[in-house]
């Protein structure tokens, strides 16, 4: 359903380090880097037909996390789910919520962590416990 999900940010360079860490976790590897025809820069990360984008804000106004929003990656363990989250802490991410661990939802189970990234946006780790 989703070509790409983009965020802002207010230090690309702190992104940087923070993504190709979490992001390499899941087998993501550099970003592609893109000048705008504004002169904004942006990062893309792409892996498995997805990608996730870095952008500084093209208004010119800080970047803002979106209140509600999360952003969440698929993960083939537990155990990948804790590297994700351990990666993001490690380069300036803040753990929220419950720690990572089993979670059980009328639809199944699921293993979680959620993070922030530098700037504030919402990242869940996600994996799907086989029924």
Known sequence: ???HVMV???DLDRSIRFYDAVLGVL???APVRNTAASGHVRLFYR???STL???QPIDGEPATA???GTIA????SPERVHAFHDAAVAHGGTSIENPPGLREHA???YYLAYVRDPDGNKLCAIHRVPS
């Not at 990656?73 to 083939?76: A, I, R």
């Open 27 to 29: 087998g993501a590897g």
């Open 1 to 3: 359903m989703f070509n």
């Open 8 to 10: 802002g940010s207010n």
């Open 47 to 49: 892996h498995n037909g």
């Open 66 to 68: 979106a209140n509600g």
């Open 73 to 76: 990656f698929k993960c083939d």
């Open 107 to 109: 639809g199944g189970s």
């Open 53 to 55: 984008g870095i952008t």
